[in-house]
């Protein structure tokens, strides 16, 4: 497997996940280069040796020597990346990515890109609420879940291999969706859940309440820390699904709102059975 | 202040709660004694040291040693609790609570409540997602607040009395609302997230996802385990607040729904950045 030889891995994009990349590739023993935009955080990643070299320039001479390029960008500008520099790329090069919506990129950027070289897909579903390369750590892997997201157009080999380095990174469990599972599962378990805490959040200036709080407020919004940027980018790349999501959401809110202003204590109590029990599963 | 000399303490109801508020109390060498309606949960308190002694009747013989009377119970077994043995206590006892709403029964409690004896309510805001006096544990108190919420029925030395109960069972604060402002509070911080957490846990048959969950579901939903007897009553006895509540909420969420629809991107980096700005003041 190519994955596990004497391969050169490139990662583009050097924040908190680009930067746990890095760094756990890195502890294994393999050659981690970066490009990224400021030289700062080349600096502190070859100072922490999470990389051994790095570049703000993005040059042929130097992506030309990875068999293994890993893109941690937001969505558009991973595109805009591929569209301006593929050519750089060696032949059969792996790419691969860490983007949190598929359907909207998937396709396009396999469409466009060279034939010797190969997308396979991947999502680590790991993050935590601060951001850069400083806080890079790559225990966030430890209990998180890598989603390799392939289409047709990928051949066995490189989704073995790019399921190889989720298994290197140390993630929890490796497994597989395609493009269109992984939007809606991700619509749902994330994105609806972030839109529920950035609105539940919203609604009160809550200065004063923070002395009355107890742990369920604070669970329900701790991702309410948002970065409205790239989570703004990710919810309109994927629309249409986290749409439904947020309306399936809203019409089980408004039964149990309705059997409360109408008294029906026994569909209360039901809907309470269903979730105190489909609660267990995700007991750890 | 009555509380720090030697009085008795009786609780009444023996679960969670009504243990933990025993423990907390036999552990500063007061007197604890307990009425609870099984007798396996008097026996395992004498046995773990968390009373002193404890009966399933309720007799004048009994109750009338006690100074402070903790009722443990839910909200209606409550109020036919005092309707039905008052006769029972001494005179001059100071009779308190843990129910979790305060306007549906604080005044009709005071209302009927003899002369000689005074109810100052409370709410400790602390729990757990189990239940019963097997799990009692005093530490559950450690980070949580305790409101007491006194009517112009209170007497000053009273409601002294039960703010110094609030700190010797260890409650990190003890304040001061009136009944209205704690339902409007815990309609907001508690009910209305519990609404929440059930509704999104009601949305799907959801043991396939288990593998691709990350923290933000769990979070959102660990309180979707939910005991549907007392939280549904709870949701009825505060029922008009916590429609209010649950109606501010949709409509900040149809918000940011329809900012995504119509691709308001401004709006919702707006939203986004309100609730990160908001969500600091909760940072322990």
Redesign the interface.
């Known amino acids: 497997m190519k994955v596990i030889n004497d391969v050169k891995f490139l990662i583009v994009g050097l924040g908190l996940i680009g930067g746990s990349y890095a760094q756990a590739l890195t502890d294994l023993g393999y050659e981690v280069g970066a490009i990224t935009r400021s030289q700062s955080s080349i600096d502190y990643a070859i100072e922490k040796k999470l990389i051994a070299h790095g570049t703000t320039e993005v040059t042929k001479e130097y992506v030309e020597q990875f068999d293994i390029i890993v893109f941690a960008l937001y969505p558009k500008v991973f595109v805009e990346w591929i569209e301006k520099y593929q050519s750089y790329f060696k032949a059969g090069a792996i790419i691969t990515d860490v983007t949190g919506v598929k359907g909207a990129i998937v396709y396009e950027i396999q469409e466009m890109l060279r034939e010797d070289v190969e997308f396979v897909p991947a999502h680590p579903?790991?993050?935590k609420e601060v951001y850069g390369v400083q806080n890079a750590d790559k225990t966030i892997f430890t209990h998180?879940?890598y989603?390799v997201t392939p289409t047709s157009k990928n051949t066995p080999e490189a989704i073995k291999t790019i399921k190889q380095l989720g298994r290197l990174l140390g993630f929890k469990?490796v497994?597989e969706?395609s493009p269109e599972e992984h939007d809606e599962?991700?619509g749902?378990?994330?994105q609806?859940?972030?839109?529920?805490?950035?609105?539940?959040?919203?609604?009160?200036?809550?200065?004063y309440?923070?002395?009355?709080?107890?742990d369920?407020?604070?669970?329900?919004?701790?991702?309410?820390?948002?970065n409205?940027?790239m989570?703004?980018e990710l919810?309109?790349l994927n629309?249409s699904e986290?749409?439904s999501?947020?309306?399936?959401?809203?019409s089980?809110?408004?039964?149990?709102?309705n059997a409360?202003?109408s008294?029906d204590?026994e569909k209360?109590?039901e809907?309470?059975?269903?979730?105190?029990e489909?609660?267990?599963?995700?007991d750890?």
């Open positions: 579903m790991a993050g998180a879940n989603i469990t497994t969706l599962m991700i749902f378990l994330s609806l859940t972030h839109c529920i805490a950035v609105s539940l959040m919203d609604c009160k200036e809550s200065e309440l923070v002395d009355y709080t107890g369920s407020f604070r669970d329900l919004t701790r991702i309410a820390k948002i409205d940027a989570w703004s919810f309109l629309k986290l749409l999501q947020m309306d399936l959401f809203m089980k809110f408004t039964e149990l709102r409360l202003e008294e204590i209360m109590r809907m309470m059975r269903i979730s105190t489909r609660r267990k599963y995700f750890k």
